[in-house]
Every structure is written in structure tokens, then in C-alpha cells.
């Protein structure tokens, strides 16, 4: 008989897993009328789960298998979203365990970079459209101004 330790281990992984899966599908809402994709609203749906720590850094993902029976889809459709969410970094896989939250550090290291170079695309080509550095910043003043009423 395994130590009592290893049973308390193993049902706290249980009630984790559980409480997962309940995030998940109340979170998860599909709406087939959206004009996106499927795939792409259980990333953004998962993405959020991730950002806001309904899933904690190493919180093992449903199944593909299992997740696409809890919504009734396709498992490709899972498994699209979720090979999206490891490109972007939310997710990583390992092999013969499954899927896994990343830690929001690597995640926000990640975005942050990807959002950089978006930034720089977009200023740019305001820059060349002929819109004066002076809108720009004040655009950004703006921007720090409504983040920082928000808070």
C-alpha cells in the first residue's frame, strides 16, 4: 500500500485536473455564428484561462482527445489551437505526457517582443503615410494616460 502522502498527492491532482476542467468549459463558450474560426476561439478562450492564472505555469492541459469531446468538435481543431498557443508560447508539449501551461514570465517575454515588432510595423508605416512624430507621441500619452485611469 503506497504512503499516505502519495494518496493526498494523487487526489489533489485529481481536484486540480477537475477544477480545470470546469474553468475551461465555463470559459470556452463557442459560438458558431462568430465570424472566426473555431480553432481560434478556443485559443483566445484558452489564452485567457492562461493570462488571468485560472491555469497555472505547469497545469496540465486537457486531452486533445478530451477536450474536443467536452465541446463536441473536432480533436484537429484542438489540436490546431493548441499547436498556436505553443507557437506562441502559452503552452509547451512533452512528448508522452501532454500539454502544459507556460510560465506567464516566458509568456509576457514572448508577447512583449512580438507586440515590440508589431509596434515598430505599425509606427512605421504611420511614419511613411506622413502622420508627424508629434501624433504619434501624443497617441502613446493617451494611451499611458487611459491604461493608467484603469488601474
Do not use: W
Amino acid at each position: 500500500m503506497p504512503p499516505p502522502c502519495d494518496t493526498l498527492t494523487v487526489l489533489g491532482q485529481l481536484v486540480q485536473f477537475i477544477q480545470l476542467r470546469k474553468a475551461v468549459k465555463a470559459v470556452l463558450h463557442l459560438n458558431y455564428r462568430d465570424g472566426r474560426p473555431i480553432y481560434e476561439q478556443v485559443k483566445e478562450g484558452l489564452r485567457q484561462l492562461v493570462i488571468s492564472g485560472a491555469i497555472r505555469p505547469g497545469d496540465k492541459l486537457p486531452s486533445v482527445r478530451s477536450m474536443a469531446a467536452q465541446l463536441a468538435i473536432n480533436p484537429n481543431t484542438i489540436q490546431r489551437a493548441y499547436r498556436e498557443l505553443e507557437n506562441d508560447g502559452f503552452i509547451y508539449s512533452v512528448s508522452g505526457k501532454g500539454s502544459f501551461a507556460a510560465a506567464l514570465a516566458e509568456v509576457d517575454a514572448g508577447r512583449r517582443s512580438a507586440k515590440e515588432q508589431e509596434f515598430r510595423a505599425a509606427a512605421q508605416e504611420l511614419l511613411r503615410l506622413g502622420t508627424p512624430k508629434a501624433d504619434l507621441m501624443a497617441i502613446l500619452d493617451q494611451l499611458e494616460e487611459e491604461d493608467s485611469n484603469d488601474a
